[in-house]
């Protein structure tokens, strides 16, 4: 399959180059196209980014989901996110209450997951 509107062959962030997975949208039968005769195109990589091009904006963008695992700035935020939640929980080991009702606190917040995971 030829994409059209995608001339990116690697990942923006890591420069990986597998791609795993190109696509035109359509509906089972024929290809969508936009009222611009442009079409939906979506490629991904092994790293986990995929960017497709919006024929409405008539650009290429990094998908917000599927999210490249190499990262540099989600490693870091990941790393803020197990400081807060290690700090949070030394902070609800030092309140006076019952230690059964400190363990549930202490369960709860380390069972939380990171939002910024890929």
């Given amino acids: 399959m030829e994409l059209q509107y995608i001339p990116d062959l690697a990942c923006p962030i890591c420069g990986n180059t597998v791609i795993i997975k190109e696509a035109i949208e359509s509906d089972g039968k024929t290809l969508l196209k936009h009222s611009n005769g442009e079409t939906w195109e979506i ?66 917040i380390t069972d939380l997951r990171c939002p910024w995971k890929p």
Wanted: some cysteine; proline content about 6%.
């Fill in 43 to 108: 490629r991904a990589f092994a790293c986990g980014q995929a960017l497709a091009y919006i024929p409405n904006f008539r650009r290429v963008e990094r998908s917000d989901y599927a999210v490249c695992h190499n990262d540099p700035q989600i490693h870091a935020r990941q790393q803020q996110w197990k400081a807060t939640v290690a700090a949070i929980t030394d902070y609800i080991a030092t309140l006076p209450s019952d230690p059964r009702d400190l363990r549930r606190f202490t369960e709860a």
